[in-house]
């Protein structure tokens, strides 16, 4: 066991990454916060839960333990912006999406700090993650990932209106071969489900740094809005809602690992 992460190990080439789920917030950096970001309303809810069936595809499974607010996973260690000309949080967020202060003095998080954490909290994350992907490959020729999130379905600082409920991300294309795209594509929209293809949600940096299918990796973002599978008022797990939605995930996971193979 990590302090970082929990990790699961299955006999598939394919590993999920969960690192928005996490809940903790080491004490040295809680007791300067402000009680809005104690409460971590930015959480990517119960998404760890959400794909708890991973096992039934043979997946291995990676999930984040510290939140987001300690530092972002999904984001560059140059916290390079994801998406220019929009909000974005950061690697070290000062700030909750709905714009509110997350530490008592309204202040930043110093270069400082932000270098120790990546080294402390970043780091160990992404090694596994590369660590995981390099003995697929060398197993089965090619290692797929996917990258599981979730979001409010609206938060006006970052998109107008209510978000479609699967937003499934490859940015652009670069992170994996178009057919296996276009087939998992066809299920999210074939479903009962709202979906879009690389719209406001095209990967962050897992799926841009890891998606590489020249070298045999293929990677895919799925941001879901959180009305699918939970009450967002009361951020209280639905079990209905949610084994409804996987269903559909069964079937987005399994055609990433067919469409993949022999490829």
Known sequence: ????????EGDSPLLISVPHDGRNIPTDIAE?????????????????????????????MIIARNSRYVVDLNRSMSDAAL???QVSTGLCPAKTFGGEYLYRDGGTVSAAEKERRVEKYWKPYHAQIDVRLRELKQRFGYALLWDAHSIPSQVPSLFPGELPELNLGTNDGVSCPAGVRDAIAGVAMSSSYSAVIDGRFRGGYITRHYG?????????QLELAQRC?????????DEGRAERLRSTLRRMLAVFLETSAGR
């Open 1 to 8: 066991m990590n302090d970082c992460f929990d990790y699961s």
């Open 32 to 60: 300067r916060m402000t009680p809005v970001a104690l409460s971590i309303p930015d959480t990517d809810w119960h998404v760890a839960q959400l794909y708890g069936f991973s096992d039934e595809l043979n997946a291995s």
């Open 83 to 85: 998406y220019e000309g």
């Open 212 to 220: 590489s299918p020249e070298d045999g990796q293929y990677a895919l």
């Open 229 to 237: 599978y939970m009450d967002e008022d009361s951020q209280v797990f």
